[in-house]
C-alpha cells in the first residue's frame, strides 16, 4: 500500500518562510522512477498544481509561485520538498503532495497572514 504524508505547514506572516517535506512509501518501483508534485486547494478553489519535480530534476512552477518556491527531490530519502519564500497572503492553502500522477497525501494546512 503505497503512504504519502506531507508535514511543515504553519501559519507565517507575509514575506516569510517554509518548508514542505513529503515522504512516500510502498510503490512497486523505486522512488527515482516517479515524478512528483506539489498541488494546493484554497477554499471554494479548484486544486492546482504548483510545482513538479520529474526524474531527470526538471523542474515546472505555476507562473503564481516562479522566483518565490523551490522543489526538490532527495531520492535516497524517498523525500520531496518545496521550499517557499517570500510568502503572500494568496499563498494560504492546503498544500498536498502528488506521487506519479496517482497517488496524494492528506494534505498540510498553510496559512500567511499577519
Known amino acids: 500500500q503505497v503512504q504519502v504524508a506531507e508535514s511543515g505547514g504553519d501559519l507565517v506572516q507575509p514575506g516569510g518562510s517554509l518548508r514542505l517535506s513529503c515522504t512516500a512509501s510502498?510503490?512497486?518501483?523505486?522512488?527515482?522512477?516517479?515524478?512528483m508534485a506539489w498541488y494546493r486547494q484554497a477554499p471554494g478553489k479548484q486544486r492546482e498544481l504548483v510545482a513538479q519535480i520529474r526524474r531527470a530534476s526538471n523542474t515546472k512552477y505555476a507562473e503564481s509561485v516562479k522566483g518565490r518556491f523551490t522543489i526538490s527531490r532527495d531520492n535516497a530519502k524517498n523525500m520531496v520538498y518545496l521550499q517557499m519564500d517570500s510568502l503572500k497572503p494568496e499563498d494560504t492553502s492546503v498544500y498536498y503532495c502528488?506521487?506519479?500522477?496517482?497517488?496524494w497525501g492528506q494534505g498540510t494546512q498553510v496559512t500567511v497572514s499577519s
Open positions: 502528488n506521487v506519479g500522477g496517482i497517488w
Open positions: 510502498g510503490m512497486e518501483l523505486r522512488f527515482s522512477a516517479y515524478e
